[in-house]
């Protein structure tokens, strides 16, 4: 799932568009780009786009790679994030899919932000790796 999200942290456009059946990494790029070129005009261009941040499993934050996944048909180390960024012009940072999740459990266990959520439903979710968790609630 892609989503632009604006400065106050509301997603305006998103699309999904599965990693499966594209065969190569470079496939599913383009493939993203073409899906994605459409909700960059509607939101005025991509100068609005700050950066791209991508959640992956096997992802190495360090180096914006997916490294051997065994649940993507994409062998080996991909380096997915600079892919995008060739693709885009914009910077992308990419982290294991894991690490995200375990950021915002970190931030739930805290108990000023888990009383703060308690009894609504997370919504959206923006998380910087080692930087931010952005719970969004209703």
């Not at 059946?21 to 700050?50: F, S």
């Not at 459990?105 to 959206?124: H, N, Q």
Request: with cysteine; proline share 7%; charged share 20%.
């Amino acid at each position: 799932v892609f989503g632009i999200v604006n400065k106050d942290a509301k997603i305006v456009k998103s699309v999904s568009i599965p990693p499966t059946g594209h065969g190569t990494a470079e496939k599913y790029v383009k493939a993203c780009v073409d899906a994605l070129n459409p909700l960059i005009a509607e939101v005025g261009g991509i100068e609005k786009i700050k950066a791209m941040g991508i959640g992956a499993p096997n992802g190495n934050y360090y180096n914006g790679s997916i490294e051997n996944a065994p649940n993507l048909e994409w062998p080996g180390i991909v380096p997915l994030a600079q892919m995008f960024s060739d693709k885009l012009g914009i910077p992308v940072a990419l982290t294991n899919d894991a690490n995200a999740a375990a950021m915002e459990a970190a931030a739930l266990a805290d108990e000023k932000i888990a009383a703060a959520v308690e009894g609504k439903t997370i919504v959206k979710k923006i998380i910087v790796p080692g930087k931010m968790v952005n719970l969004i609630v209703k």
